[in-house]
């Protein structure tokens, strides 16, 4: 073919001419005006992406804006749908609203299993992100194969495997809301076949929420979101209604629960008594008496009331988290990568390594320098009004 080309063109050229004439519909724009608006609502509406997902992209091609990408925020895509046709931009919605059509009649599962482990993308390989126990509803909002991308109740994103939930169907969340449960309140335990205990069901945790069937003596027996029945030995678990109507956290209440938590591994993303990083054993110790947390400790720092950020642990009461992490300069802003709980007599409880207590005094056989030299500051969460902290009393997640 090449004897036919124009001598007089020089090949270099030629290639060049025929490349930008064949994408002359793909020439793109340097100046997309569009993803500053773009940037402004992400900022707006999911600045915090472990719990809001606005993933949105533009492409510019002819003065053509296209918008792809997916969100769970249907009020956030509306908002920059709004700025873009204020500023008169043109542009071709290509944005996934989500949950996709799969999920449209019903986008809600329960946990199926004791602990199910929540992973920051699909794939057993993947990060451990987050942990929900038996009996926890969320959302669901996409499948990707065996994998589901869901919302925990704390608004954490993540991704579970098939034998994590059961996905219902329909109107099956308000049956489930509806029927009576029970919630599993020993650290650790089973479920059986029969109230002979001769085989298990399956193994619970602190927490483990199960439908009740019926009263058998010293057993509940119960049923899980599959289907199966079990008995569930009465001395280690209560109905849900009477735990809740004596839900009464106090300072008191805080401290024994922690202390039953003693020992246990530290698990990177684990947020149950199977295991627990640093911010997941505040929020086992605080769900464990009726609140739920938000997920890590750079989320747990924005919650309840700052009580000091002196080092004057005089200010502190039992139950009051401490934040460890870099303090804020010019240029960096601050960042919490550890927190635990302050259980009076100069001393804090906390998942590293296992979950122990340190204390601040420097004279104290556990004196933590360590983590003295890098403390942030202390919040209260216990009896606080605030929507970063949800109170089971009211919230009614479990049961309507």
């Not at 449209?104 to 482990?117: D, F, L, P, R």
């Not at 993308?121 to 669901?140: D, Y």
């Not at 956290?249 to 922690?258: I, Q, R, Y």
């Not at 005094?361 to 500051?377: G, P, S, T, V, W």
Request: net charge positive.
């Amino acid at each position: 073919m090449m004897k036919y080309i124009n001598s007089k063109i020089p090949f270099i050229a030629l290639v060049a001419v025929l490349i930008l004439g064949s994408c002359k519909n793909e020439v793109v724009i340097k100046d997309n005006p569009v993803l500053e608006y773009v940037a402004k609502v992400k900022q707006e509406y999911a600045p915090d992406k472990r719990v809001a997902l606005f993933n949105i992209e533009s492409k510019a091609t002819d003065k053509q804006y296209v918008l792809t990408g997916e969100s769970n925020l249907p009020k956030a895509v509306n908002e920059l749908k709004t700025k873009l046709n204020d500023a008169k931009i043109e542009y071709i919605d290509s944005i996934q609203l989500l949950p996709t059509a799969e999920f449209k009649n019903s986008n809600w599962a329960i946990v199926k299993i004791s602990v199910a482990n929540l992973r920051s993308k699909a794939g057993h390989s993947q990060e451990l992100a987050t942990q929900a126990t038996l009996g926890t509803p969320v959302k669901v909002f996409k499948s990707d194969g065996d994998w589901y991308l869901i919302q925990t109740p704390d608004n954490y994103l993540a991704w579970v495997d098939k034998g994590g939930i059961e996905i219902l169907k329909n109107d099956d969340l308000k049956t489930w809301k509806t029927a009576k449960k029970i919630i599993y309140t020993d650290i650790t335990g089973f479920s059986y076949t029969s109230t002979t205990r001769q085989e298990t069901v399956s193994d619970l945790v602190a927490g483990s929420i199960l439908e009740l069937v019926a009263d058998e003596g010293s057993f509940y027996q119960v049923k899980y979101p599959d289907g199966r029945l079990a008995f569930v030995k009465k001395e280690e678990a209560q109905t849900y209604n009477s735990w809740l109507a004596a839900l009464n956290p106090t300072e008191e209440s805080l401290v024994a629960t922690s202390k039953q938590l003693m020992g246990l591994p530290y698990l990177w993303g684990g947020t149950s008594s199977k295991g627990v990083d640093c911010s997941g054993f505040t929020k086992t110790i605080y769900f464990l008496n009726g609140m739920v947390l938000p997920r890590d400790a750079s989320q747990q720092v924005h919650a309840g009331a700052i009580i000091d950020k002196d080092k004057d642990f005089s200010k502190l009461a039992v139950g009051d988290l401490l934040f460890f992490g870099r303090q804020a300069t010019d240029s960096t802003k601050q960042r919490v990568v550890h927190v635990g709980m302050w259980i009076g007599n100069n001393q804090f409880i906390h998942s590293s390594g296992r979950v122990h207590i340190s204390s601040m005094d420097k004279e104290a056989i556990n004196f933590d320098e360590f983590n003295l030299n890098r403390y942030l500051q202390s919040n209260r969460m216990l009896h606080q009004n605030t929507e970063a902290i949800l109170k089971l009393k009211k919230a009614k997640l479990f049961m309507d």
